[in-house]
Nanobody
Framework: EVQLQASGGGLVQAGGVLKLSCEVSGGTFDDYAIGWFRQAPGKEREGISC????????AYENIVRGRSTISIDNANHMVYFEMDSLEPDDTAVYHCAAGRHCWEEVRADDYDYWGQGTLVTVSS
C-alpha cells in the first residue's frame, strides 16, 4: 500500500514562499501520479497541482498557476510543491495524494491514497 507524508507547513508571511515536501513509500513509484490538495477552514478540499511519476507531466489549477512549481525526485521518491506570492487565502491544510494519472483537472476522486496534511498559515 502506498503511504504519503506531507511536510513543510508552518507560518509564512504574505508575499512569502511556501515549500512543501511529500514523501512517498510503498507501491511502485513510477506507477503513480502525485497530487497536491488543500482544504481551508470552512471550505471544501480543492486540488491544486499534480505530477506524473513516470513522465514528469504536470498540471496546475488556476488558483496556483503562474506562482507555483511541482517537481519530483524519482531517486528518493519525493514530490515537492513550491508557491510564491502567498496570500492569507492560501491558509489551509495541504495534502499530497497518489493516483493513477495526472489529469489537467486535479480532482480528489482520481486519487486513492492520502497522507496526513501539513498546515500552512499565511499571515497578513
Amino acid at each position: 500500500e502506498v503511504q504519503l507524508q506531507a511536510s513543510g507547513g508552518g507560518l509564512v508571511q504574505a508575499g512569502g514562499v511556501l515549500k512543501l515536501s511529500c514523501e512517498v513509500s510503498g507501491g511502485t513509484f513510477d506507477d503513480y501520479a502525485i497530487g497536491w490538495f488543500r482544504q481551508a477552514p470552512g471550505k471544501e478540499r480543492e486540488g491544486i497541482s499534480c505530477i506524473s511519476d513516470s513522465d514528469g507531466s504536470t498540471a496546475y489549477e488556476n488558483i496556483v498557476r503562474g506562482r507555483s512549481t511541482i517537481s519530483i525526485d524519482n531517486a528518493n521518491h519525493m514530490v515537492y510543491f513550491e508557491m510564491d506570492s502567498l496570500e492569507p487565502d492560501d491558509t489551509a491544510v495541504y495534502h499530497c495524494a497518489a493516483g493513477r494519472h495526472c489529469w489537467e483537472e486535479v480532482r480528489a476522486d482520481d486519487y486513492d491514497y492520502w497522507g496526513q496534511g501539513t498546515l500552512v498559515t499565511v499571515s497578513s
